[in-house]
T-cell receptor, first 112, second 117 residues
């Protein structure tokens, strides 16, 4: 098992509040990713990181920001949550030697 | 333009039969990877099989095989001898950016497979 932990696993928050999701890895991998999963859309890339302080946008980055101050932690922040951001969020890391992406358990976020 | 296309939102297969899940992709990168993941109702993402763009032979992993047709840009998943436990959502994915070193994983919208007893 790749050592990826997401926290929290479940969260309910109110519209307009800030929310931060954490992804922690114990594998020392360079590349980390945040996805959201919605019915009919599969997994869509929000942001990704290719090293400490090195991040870039994915296809659905509006309303989200990320930070990576340490190799092991990749934070996803919703500055002001909206109902359209209700989703399941997955963190992933790129495995060694160009192999598959390993996923965390997911975070179910509900914005009411 | 969608880079990974899965045209089958849902499929049924009889237990012990084989089933093919379709996937087409689009990229201009000469080096890329193709993957299939399984997501059971419990929600975790389970890696099934990988095919590199330069691999000459189709990948196989147990009952899973990937039918890679590079010229047609297709990467279909074949599950042989279906089992009830194969009922799940299946995602096709592509890792692009190998040449530039950006390494992004792009996913299709998924196919929900139901295996019938």
């Amino acid at each position: 098992d790749a050592g990826i932990t997401q926290s929290p696993r479940h969260k309910v928050t109110e519209t307009g509040t800030p929310v931060t999701l954490r992804c922690h890895q114990t594998e020392n991998h360079r590349y980390m990713y945040w996805y959201r999963q919605d019915p009919g859309h599969g997994l869509r890339l929000i942001h990704y990181s290719y090293g400490v302080k090195d991040t870039d946008k994915g296809e659905v980055s509006d309303g989200y920001s990320v930070s990576r101050s340490k190799t092991e932690d990749f934070l996803l922040t919703l500055e002001s949550a909206t109902s359209s951001q209700t989703s399941v969020y997955f963190c992933a890391i790129k495995g060694p030697a160009g192999t598959e992406a390993f996923f965390g358990q997911g975070t179910r976020l509900t914005v009411v | 333009a969608q880079k990974i296309t899965q045209t089958q939102p849902g499929m049924f297969v009889q237990e012990k039969e084989a089933v093919t899940l379709d996937c087409t992709y689009d990229t201009s990168d000469p080096s890329y990877g193709l993957f299939w993941y399984k997501q059971p109702s419990s929600g975790e993402m389970i890696f099934l099989i990988y095919q590199g763009s330069y691999d000459q032979q189709n990948a196989t992993e147990g009952r899973y095989s990937l039918n890679f047709q590079k010229a047609r840009k297709s990467a279909n998943l074949v599950i042989s001898a279906s089992q009830l436990g194969d009922s799940a959502m299946y995602f096709c994915a592509m890792r692009e950016g190998d040449t530039s070193g950006t390494y992004k994983y792009i996913f299709g919208t998924g196919t929900r497979l139901k295996v019938l007893a």
